[in-house]
């Protein structure tokens, strides 16, 4: 029984943060590259990190669209008193999908015990149930698509262009703030490296032998 409950929350966690991201973090980078989160895996076995990687999602995903990296983070906890309010407020709202993203992950995954619970002790009703459940989540899920929203757009023409969208995208994708981190860290190697190239050619300019003064 506790090997079940296990298995059928982490699976859950795994879906959960990948449905809300596609419908929330649509325009990200990370959604440009495919549809399953491959560090869900690893932080969905445990609840605490789940909490902290959802909250890091909708942060870098914030960063990602205005086209700042993490340093700006440390620039804000610095000066945090002085932040002007009205202008964050106006960034939170937006891109308000961002700050939903978060809200609706941590009231899902803190009700996932009831969940889990509905599942496995009515399992017999829901097996019962299942052609209406079946038939109402073909019919929910054609309204969403119907909607005139941009990530239903996204979703139809990826859809519609199905060879077009396996050859150019994966089943899986890397979350945002691995993104992020990865190609500040590639970015910071390669600065290094043209900063000590840029000193090391500049200072050819200067003749030693008609300066021995300096």
Known sequence: MFKKKFILKYLSRILIVNLTGLFLLYDTL?????????QAFIYSLNSFLLYIFIFLEASFAFLQYYGLD???LNLVLLNIKNLDYNFTKFVLLDKS???????????LLLNLNKICFLILE?????????????????FLIVIILLL???VNK???????????TINEYSI????????????QI???????KNDQLYIDDFSRIIDIKKYKSF
């Open 154 to 164: 996204k979703i139809r023409d990826k859809l519609l262009n199905f060879k077009k």
């Open 172 to 183: 899986f994708r890397n979350d945002n703030w691995f993104i992020s981190l990865k190609s």
């Open 97 to 107: 999908f961002y700050v939903i993203y978060f809200l609706l992950n941590l009231v």
């Open 30 to 38: 990370s959604f440009n590259q495919g549809l399953i989160s491959l």
């Open 186 to 192: 590639i970015y910071s190697k390669f600065k290094n």
């Open 70 to 72: 993490y340093e700006f």
């Open 148 to 150: 005139p929203f941009e």
């Open 122 to 138: 009515k399992k017999e009703f829901l097996i019962n149930q299942k052609f209406k459940i079946f038939f109402f989540s073909i």
